[in-house]
C-alpha cells in the first residue's frame, strides 16, 4: 500500500503529501526540493542529509551504511541521509540549501 503522509518542509516550510514507499530524498526531488544527491541515493556521499526537526524516534533504524557513514562524520541523532530514511505521518525536516 503506498500511504501518503504530510511532511514539513524547512526552511521553505511548505508541507507535501509524501508516499511512504519512497525514501524521503525521492520524495523531496519529487517535489521539486532542490536537495544535493550526489551519490544518487547510495549512502556514501552525505550530500542528502537533513536535520530531523521531530519525530526522530519514529524513523527506521540507521541501516549498515547510514550508521557508519553517521559514525565517520560525527552525526547527531537528528541528522540522517535522506536516501537512507522513509517519511512518516507529521514529519518535519530541514535541510541546508546552497
Ligand atoms: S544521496 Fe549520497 S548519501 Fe544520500
Not at 524521503?24 to 551519490?39: G, M
Not at 527506521?60 to 530514511?85: H, P, T, V
Request: hydrophobic content about 35%; glycine content about 8%.
Amino acid at each position: 500500500m503506498n500511504k501518503k503522509v504530510n511532511l514539513q518542509i524547512l526552511p521553505e516550510g511548505i508541507v507535501v503529501k509524501a508516499s511512504q514507499n519512497l525514501t524521503l530524498l525521492e520524495n523531496l526531488l519529487a517535489h521539486k526540493i532542490e536537495i544535493n544527491h550526489s551519490c544518487g541515493g547510495m549512502g556514501s556521499c552525505g550530500t542528502c542529509r537533513v536535520f530531523v526537526e521531530n519525530k526522530e524516534s519514529l524513523l527506521n533504524e540507521k541501516n549498515e551504511i547510514e550508521k557508519e557513514f553517521a559514525e565517520e562524520r560525527g552525526f547527531s541523532d537528528c541528522e540522517r541521509l535522506s536516501c537512507q530514511i522513509h517519511p512518516v505521518e507529521g514529519l518535519i525536516i530541514r535541510y541546508k540549501k546552497d
